[in-house]
């Protein structure tokens, strides 16, 4: 299975940016996609962004649209999230997510493998 540790985090204030990362081990098959979700306690997990790694077409979830943007490494199997313009209500912990393809990984079907995740708090 896909082993995913995340980097980034931390507190930012209104308005500033910051970048995730998310670094993958044991990736086979040309099928893959990476991506982030983020949850609040008692909510459940909304997606972020996603993005296919063989051709880099990415997904965004509405309440990010505009303000973040998804990449990918190839060489360095990894992901990164900048997310601009950031609100309070983007505070949440976000966790790094792989599974075969984009589809999937809208969906939380199949088999996801999933990061440590990572604390964001927007401060305003």
């Known amino acids: 299975q896909v082993q995913l540790v995340e980097y980034g985090g931390g507190s930012v204030q209104a308005g500033g940016s910051l970048q995730l990362s998310c670094a993958a081990s044991?990736?086979?098959?040309?099928?893959?996609?990476m991506g982030w979700f983020r949850q609040n306690p008692g909510t459940v997990r909304e997606l972020v962004a996603g993005?296919?790694?063989?051709?880099?077409?990415?997904i965004y979830g509405d309440l990010v649209m505009g303000r973040a943007k998804i990449t990918r490494d190839t060489a360095k199997d990894t992901a990164y999230l900048q997310m601009n313009n950031l609100k309070p209500e983007d505070t949440a912990v976000y966790y790094c997510?792989?599974?075969?393809?984009?589809?999937?990984?809208?969906?939380?079907?199949?088999?996801?493998?999933w990061g440590q995740g990572v604390q964001v708090t927007v401060v305003s």
């Open positions: 044991n990736r086979t098959g040309r099928s893959f996609a």
């Open positions: 993005i296919s790694w063989s051709d880099g077409f990415p």
């Open positions: 997510v792989a599974n075969i393809g984009l589809g999937t990984l809208r969906s939380m079907t199949g088999r996801p493998s």
